[in-house]
């Protein structure tokens, strides 16, 4: 059995210096963080560990380990591995659901339409009567120990700190390691998670189907039974770790937290094209939302409702995540409700672009192409970034085309 974190949480004061959101700081000022698509550990673990993390990782389950009976895949890298493991995919999950004219109402067993089934008899499709359907595109992990470092209060501020026509929302929501517990959230595309261990054991269950030790219930076939006992599962939930006997999303946890930042392309980055498209970048107002500088909390700070302490590999830090880790209506949103509640259907969290240059798919479904049909597709809060991009010359345009993809 591997090792569980469980430790205990304290609340800091917010500060804002020289540009950078943070909670506290030390007297020698923040660090970068470490950038790569190398494999290569942040530090947070050693190399032979995070290659054993990442093996774990990388394993595929069968359904004698419990895959199933509904899932999407077999293992985390399945959906994020490009360029390395832990970064994205081009893999979609399925959500549905109905719309009543008040309310989000789910199908029955849940908005997620599991793509795949251990057997032909249990495969799940949208029912009729749910015209909500929406994909959703598998997201980087790569740094996503220091996004889970970032102290509430930084997200709350970056949200204060907004003009109130494009103002973000931080929801709270369960922290699913302690019962009770909750904490802004930053995983997902709708916040629905707080937490790099709360993200693993839903993601297990939801994505491989496999029950664990914060989700024990195996998940339905469109509301029919299909878990232990119903000649679809040969492998029972039994407390306290279900069918993650292995303890193998505490492992997911430490993959994640041990991974560094998704790295620029430096060369790119440094042409007069993208010097020029980063000045219009935060000219139209898209660092509003795709906030460029943030600073995890110091090492010491205990987060997770009490189940983690910021390590000093995670605290204190400099990240540029491109990205606010809030939900905001920029016109796309799914009509998916979560963790937010029914006034979040139409919200979607920032996606933060680190990593951009290695996606091909791009928005929440992954049906915008290019990078000006991303663009193009912004509405709501962000229209005036849009319009302002439309208005300018198509060299400026071009030369935010440059930027972004230097990301």
Known sequence: MKNIFRLSCTTLAIVWVAGLYSVGRTTSGPAEAPAGFDTGTNGFVDQPTLD??????????DVAKGLGPVYNAQSCAECHGNPVTGGISQVVELRAGHFNGTVFVNPPGGSLINDRATDAAIQERV???????????????????????????????????????????????????????????????????????????????????????????????????????????????????????DGDIFLFA???????????????????????????????GCSTCHVRTIVTAPAGTTINGGAFVVPPALGDTVIHPFGDFLLHNVGTGDGIVQNGGQSTRNEMRTPPLWGLRTRDRLMHDGQSLTRTDAILRHGGQAIGSTLQFLFVSSTQRNQLLAFLDSL
């Open 127 to 245: 029912p009729a009567g749910n015209e909500v359907r929406t994909f959703r595109t598998s997201l980087n992990t790569l740094g996503d120990g220091f996004v889970e470092a970032i102290d509430d209060a930084t997200l709350i501020a970056i949200a204060s700190s907004q003009p109130s026509f494009m103002r973000g929302r931080a929801i709270h929501v369960p922290v699913l390691e302690m019962p009770g517990a909750m904490r802004v959230g930053r995983f997902g595309w709708k916040s629905q998670q707080a937490s790099l261990l709360s993200f693993a054991s839903d993601a297990y269950l939801n994505e491989q189907g496999i029950t664990n030790q914060f989700n024990l219930a195996e998940n339905t076939s469109l509301g029919r039974f299909v878990g232990f006992g119903s000649g679809f599962d040969p492998v029972p939930d039994t407390a306290p770790f279900g069918e993650d006997a």
């Open 52 to 61: 054993q993390d990442r093996a774990t990782f990388e394993e595929r389950d």
């Open 254 to 284: 430490e993959f994640m937290r041990s991974t560094k930042v998704p790295p620029r392309d430096t060369a790119l980055a440094a042409t007069p094209a993208a010097q020029a498209g980063s000045q219009l970048f935060d000219a139209i």
